[in-house]
């Protein structure tokens, strides 16, 4: 693939009330794009407006992360919803998110599923089809992202959205290119020199080495910093760096 042109990715807006998780400000100084967080898993109104302000301020794009209505698991607990309604709950999230990024001056761009239901629609095509159909209702125009290989973007594309490949530079990888669940043996990488040897890997050679030692194709567009990883501010500087020396341009996915 050689060195080339990768977007940088961060989960922001992951707080709730007083509860706060991770540094959007610092990170939103080193990310292309910010999936923000939109109520259903993590995120209020006056966080909604404060990362849209500050996302719009530095130029970074705003997508939407939706996500399962399930507030207290962060989205992360697997759910059994009907398709009509989790159209609905999608709707609704990029909607929200929309309003304030409007308000500061910029779009939602993009949309990316969080958690449960981004791993639940890499293989389960009704969840993934409702989905869709979110997107296509609001604006058909917002591309979508996903993991390559997924039910997701497969049924997005057909629809017409645009799709964009995402790679994780701090999650575990089986040898079938899905990530790890977070509940097994290594699903997080937290040594910020191997995470930056990785998202080089991944920008200049479309390969990343899975939690059994294979190398699998992964052929991303866009490589995600979780803002609620450990030293996520210092993982986000030294990815940035490393790419930088490599030769790859650090650039948004949306014009």
Known sequence: MGAGRIDLNSDLGEGFGTWRLGDDDALLELVTSANVA?????GDPDILRRVCDRAAERGVVVGAQVSYHDLAGFGRRPMDVPADTLTNDVIYQIAALDG?????????????PHGALYNRIVRDEVQAAAVVAAVTTYDASLPVLGLPGSAWLRLAAEAGLGTV???FADRGYTSEGTLVPRSEPGALVTDIDEVARRVVQLATKGTIHSVAGTEVSVAAQSICVHGDSPGAVAMATAVRLALHDAGVTIAPFVA
Do not use: W
């Open 165 to 167: 490949r995402e790679a």
């Open 38 to 42: 939109c109520g259903f898993h993590a």
């Open 100 to 112: 304030f990024a409007r308000i500061a001056g910029t779009r939602v761009g993009y949309v990316k």
